[in-house]
């Protein structure tokens, strides 16, 4: 049974986008998530955008707001000017990335700059009390070279102090399922949270796939092929639905939703999992 959701949102970039995002948060905060989070654009970008967001959040409703924080293109001094930004805002909860190059080339660390997400989970701990989240790749990072390396870099962000995993997408529930039996069957005991990505194009999610390494199913094609507009926003839905419930039969109890800053698809995944609206939170 899902007990808890949460919800991703990135910063928009234009001021129609921006209504439409307070739109959708407006709708989606009365779902009582444990937790939403706003991310970085590749290579740092929007940065500012983030923490404004993250303030008005945090000011404005009674949401537990988690901010993104990733290595790119930032010196030490950067990072920490970033994470005294967000303390003094009332973040209590930030997503500590690497981060992808704008380019999503190799990564290349700042010259004063941290190396990877190990470092950043230590250099936020040692702040104070701030809860961390760290990523984790059901099908492996393009750059991984194998699961024991894997799971080795995942202990070393657990031994840094990092509180809970979220996961990457994965169009296979299996795959889910297996990361998180690996982990624990290593000693990883920290909470292992599936992110399940909302479609709102089948052809827009197999570009972002292939470009970040994760496997698409022939039956996408099929549907790009052969569905329409109309159809496809239908399967989407019922996939997302599907894939929730088939994690929760595996004993997962909280999900991750990239939300593509959309509302409607969300309050009816939610609804089939048994989350309704409520009032309380604004």
Not at 183 to 198: E, R
């Amino acid at each position: 049974m899902i007990k808890d959701i949460s919800f991703e949102f990135f910063p928009p970039r234009t001021e129609k986008m921006e209504q439409k995002l307070k739109q959708n948060i407006e709708v989606l905060i009365k779902l009582s998530p444990r937790f939403v989070s706003i991310t970085y654009g590749a290579g740092g970008t929007t940065r500012q955008k983030t923490h404004e967001i993250v303030s008005q959040l945090i000011k404005e409703t009674k949401l537990n707001v988690a901010a993104h924080l990733t290595c790119v293109n930032a010196s030490i001094n950067e990072i920490d000017e970033v994470i005294e930004n967000y303390i003094n805002a009332g973040v209590r909860h930030i997503v500590a990335l690497r981060g992808d190059m704008k380019d999503l080339g190799q990564f290349i660390p700042h010259p004063q700059g941290l190396n990877n997400s190990i470092e950043l989970v230590t250099h936020i701990k040692d702040k104070g009390d701030i809860k961390v989240s760290i990523s984790g790749y059901p099908e492996q990072h393009p750059e991984s070279q194998g699961i024991a390396t894997d799971v080795n870099f995942i202990k070393s962000k657990v031994d840094a102090g990092a509180d809970q995993i979220i996961t990457q997408f994965s169009f296979q529930a299996d795959n889910y399922i297996n990361y998180r039996d690996t982990l624990v069957n290593k000693g990883v005991n920290i909470p292992i949270i599936p992110g399940i990505m909302l479609i709102k194009s089948f052809k827009g999610i197999k570009n972002m796939s292939n470009k970040i390494g994760i496997k698409v199913p022939n039956w996408v094609d099929n549907i790009i092929e052969n569905e329409t507009e109309e159809d496809q926003k239908i399967i989407a839905e019922d996939f997302a639905k599907t894939q929730s419930e088939d994690l929760a039969k595996n004993g997962f109890e909280q999900l991750h939703f990239y939300t593509l800053n959309e509302s409607e698809i969300m309050i009816n995944i939610s609804n089939h999992l048994g989350f309704q609206t409520k009032n309380n939170i604004a």
